[in-house]
């Protein structure tokens, strides 16, 4: 199996832009040198070709130069020789550096074993003017000036590539956005993204993936519409069934087979219910509930009294221990149901003559909180964060239990940009349930 190796795109940029600008250098630094040994060629050759033309105006006397063998000669140095036609025993000197006789004026050049020499030759009727230089003495100079003005540009190269990061890293910052945006989404935050300040070439990835956030929209919504459905139309023949079982148990109360099955039912009723206030969240028809203002205290009394027959047959003390007057702006229906499911969550699992205690008050300006308490047995803190999922349960031996009302209960909160908080009650030692929500939505 090949693994992939996974890479930084500014690291690449950023080495490959060193390595770019350390290469071009080697290339400027090179030219330079070609130009540089140029110039230098067409200066000092002017410079040999004045001094032998200015030779031939004197007095001709020979002249011999000396080679020194050690010695380091620079740009300034020209070796001048002076020789006459009938005296050619110098030519094979161990120098080598004299040219024979020429016919014509013009530069020459002469290997010797001081190296490669350069020379400019008047031939006259009896006398031959030379003019020497040493080519190393030309490249030697030609690499100064070629290294002064590379070295600018050395000095210079590291800050060039601090710039150059810097660049890089403002004009990837997109990329960075882009990550952002993806990670403060949730799973139901597939609206699209806004491409205005993207630049041009994020445009069509980001236009295929809104095409990706609307096919996954619509797969969702279709399958939450068909459970929502589903749930519908099973509500009316489910209730149906209920409705003949109890009149056939009115009419055969020791029938123990009709008693299970009235059980059953009701677990199937309760079941469709919460599964269609679950699919009802899920396809959203909340953002099209109106915002409107109302009592929370008028809310909580009406799940109650919804409530109160259930609790009766389990002999509950079912009532509030704090009520205060609290009015909210926000979705009537989503406050009702958060209401109704911890109500009804803690009346299945409070045993029968327990206690359920609920309080309605405000802990400061903008929020409202209600706290139901109860006198069951609980729920072990590891669990918390487990029992918001669906479907999961942690007392099975109740019958009635669907594993939904406390997910419910969860997604309506974070809709309405509330809170839920899960503890142990001190009073009644079951569990506490603590909801905050917003008084304006």
């Avoid at 770019?20 to 040999?48: N, P, R, W």
């Avoid at 024979?100 to 020459?108: E, I, L, R, T």
């Avoid at 630049?199 to 619509?218: D, G, V």
């Avoid at 009635?400 to 509330?418: C, E, F, N």
Wanted: glycine fraction near 4%.
């Amino acid at each position: 199996m090949k693994i992939s190796k996974q890479y930084s795109l500014k690291k690449r940029l950023v080495w490959g832009t060193s390595v770019f600008s350390f290469l071009l250098g080697c290339l400027l630094i090179f030219t330079a040198y070609k130009t540089a040994l140029h110039e230098v060629d067409e200066i000092l050759d002017t410079q040999m070709q004045y001094m032998a033309e200015r030779s031939t105006t004197q007095p001709l006397t020979t002249v011999a130069s000396k080679v020194e063998l050690h010695r380091t000669y620079h740009e300034e140095d020209l070796l001048v020789d002076i020789w006459a036609y009938k005296d050619q025993s110098h030519l094979w000197h161990q120098t080598h550096l004299l040219i024979p006789p020429v016919k014509q004026a013009g530069f020459y050049s002469q290997d010797t074993p001081q190296g490669k020499w350069r020379a400019y030759v008047i031939p006259l009727k009896d006398y031959q003017i030379q003019v020497s230089q040493q080519e190393e003495v030309r490249q030697s100079f030609a690499w100064e000036l070629a290294g002064s003005m590379f070295v600018p540009y050395v000095v210079l190269l590291p800050f060039a590539i601090l710039v150059l990061a810097f660049i890089i890293r403002l004009s990837l910052k997109p990329l960075d956005d882009f990550k952002t945006e993806l990670k403060r989404r949730d799973s139901e935050g597939l609206s699209p993204i806004d491409s205005h300040d993207y630049p041009q070439e994020l445009i069509p990835t980001i236009e295929e993936m809104n095409h990706l956030f609307e096919r996954i929209q619509h797969a969702q919504t279709e399958q939450k519409q068909f459970i929502a459905d589903a749930a519908h139309e099973l509500r009316t023949p489910v209730t149906a069934l209920n409705l003949q079982t109890k009149i056939l148990i009115s009419q055969f109360p020791e029938h123990e087979a009709l008693q299970n099955l009235s059980k059953g039912l009701a677990r199937i009723q309760h079941l469709v219910t919460q599964l269609l206030a679950l699919a009802k969240q899920d396809v959203a028809l909340s953002l099209i509930e109106p915002n409107t203002q109302f009592c929370l205290n008028d809310v909580a009394l009406n799940c109650v009294e919804q409530l109160v027959n259930l609790a009766m047959q389990k002999e509950i003390d079912l009532g509030f221990e704090r009520n205060d007057l609290i009015e909210m702006q926000s979705l009537e229906s989503t406050v009702h149901s958060i209401i109704f499911n911890l109500i009804d969550n803690a009346i299945k699992y409070t045993p029968d003559q327990g206690i359920i205690n609920i309080a309605v008050y405000s802990d400061s300006d903008d929020f409202a909180c209600i706290q139901i308490e109860d006198s069951g047995v609980g729920i072990d803190p590891e669990q918390y964060d487990k029992v918001l999922k669906r479907f999961y349960r942690v007392h099975h031996h109740l019958e009635v239990g669907s594993g939904l009302g406390l997910s419910i209960v969860d997604k309506a909160t974070q809709r309405l940009g509330g809170s839920l908080i899960l503890s142990r009650s001190l009073d009644l030692g079951g569990l506490s349930v603590l909801v905050r929500l917003p008084k304006k939505l």
